[in-house]
């Protein structure tokens, strides 16, 4: 969505849609006054847990199944997910990125045990889990360890469904006793009139306060690591649009963080602005809205008239065939320039960034 947004919207959207009244932080482009189009909303909800004593774990357990019974009442919001917990027997560290670009903390061994400790229980497809044990070798790809690492996430996160989450349960595993140690995020797509739909989400973060400071209980990454984490994985995924981002937030580190003196940094920084805001903000800010009226036509939610009504606004598209011809499209040109500019802006910081990239990107 683009600035014409007005704070009324904002507000309301944040005071009656997916929060639990702890501390909001606005946060993602949405936010940005730099930035022109913005295509979803992205919060961070910090939560006190006081004295983390039960009473306490149960009363933020209720405010999250109330939050639930809001969304199933109103019909102007589509729930999505709602990742919370891990399954504690399926439960993995795979490694990590370090501040310089490296991956260290992986243990082929313990991971090929992983694997085919899954595989028996049939908690992983045996060709699938066979072709992952292949690949976990002592020196690993970036792409090998990413593919790795996101299976295995996805073997152990727990998404819960809108009714699971009403009732606080989901099979044997209460919310109680998952919710608090690791990071947990609601997604949701509002509708803000029969034309416009925009998608929503709350990441939530419990913290105590210990000498003043708040101590965070389901930080899973070191921030300062995060970002270039997310940077090398987005580059093997082929996502250069938000590569870009994830640089310009690198940068962004450097330059007010850190007060770093280099020119260069700020030049980039601006440049990344300048594209996300003309050369592709846009096209998209477009493709995000297609493939959301492709989600709410695939669930339902509308019929193929209004999927048309509404892409006509931004496109000349008739048909929910033509919508669909039209995703792929974008999305080959948007990321095809995106990579162009990426590798123009790194060819300008790359012998004085602290951190190194895989050699095919910088």
């Not at 070798?137 to 593919?147: A, V």
Request: glycine share 4%; aromatic share 12%.
């Amino acid at each position: 969505m683009n600035r014409l947004l007005n704070d009324i919207i904002v507000s309301q959207i944040i005071g009656n849609v997916e929060t639990i009244n702890g501390e909001i932080v606005k946060h993602g482009s949405f936010f940005s006054p730099k930035i022109e189009y913005s295509s979803d909303i992205d919060l961070n909800e910090h939560l006190d847990l006081k004295d983390f004593s039960k009473k306490r774990q149960e009363e933020l357990v209720k405010k999250f199944q109330a939050m639930g019974q809001r969304i199933k009442k109103n019909t102007n919001i589509i729930y999505v997910n709602f990742k919370a917990g891990v399954s504690q027997d399926v439960y993995l560290d795979v490694g990590k990125i370090s501040e310089t670009g490296k991956i260290i903390e992986f243990s082929p061994d313990k991971v090929k045990k992983y694997l085919q400790k899954q595989i028996a229980e049939k908690k992983l497809p045996k060709k699938e889990g066979e072709e992952l044990i292949q690949k976990t070798k002592k020196t690993i790809s970036y792409q090998d360890f990413f593919l790795i690492k996101n299976k295995i996430k996805d073997l152990y996160r727990i998404n819960w469904t809108l009714d699971e989450l009403i009732k606080g349960k989901k099979g044997n595993i209460k919310l109680i006793d998952v919710l608090f140690y690791h990071k947990c995020r609601i997604d949701v797509i509002l509708k803000m009139s029969d034309m416009d739909y925009i998608e929503a989400s709350n990441a939530y973060y419990f913290y105590q306060c210990k000498d003043g400071e708040k101590v965070f209980m389901n930080q899973e990454k070191d921030e300062d690591t995060a970002c270039l984490s997310d940077l090398i994985e987005l580059l093997y995924e082929n996502r250069y649009l938000k590569a870009l981002k994830r640089l310009r937030s690198i940068l962004g580190e450097y330059c007010f963080r850190r007060r770093c003196p280099k020119k260069e940094y700020y030049i980039v920084r601006d440049n990344i602005k300048d594209i996300i805001n003309h050369q592709l903000g846009y096209q998209q800010y477009v493709l995000t809205k297609l493939k959301l009226i492709d989600y709410l036509y695939n669930n339902k939610y509308i019929d193929e008239n209004q999927a048309k009504w509404i892409a006509n606004i931004y496109t000349r598209a008739d048909s929910i065939e033509t919508i669909r011809l039209l995703i792929p499209q974008m999305e080959n040109r948007i990321n095809e320039d995106a990579k162009k500019y990426f590798k123009i802006n790194i060819e300008l910081i790359k012998n004085i960034v602290p951190f190194s990239l895989p050699k095919n990107f910088a």
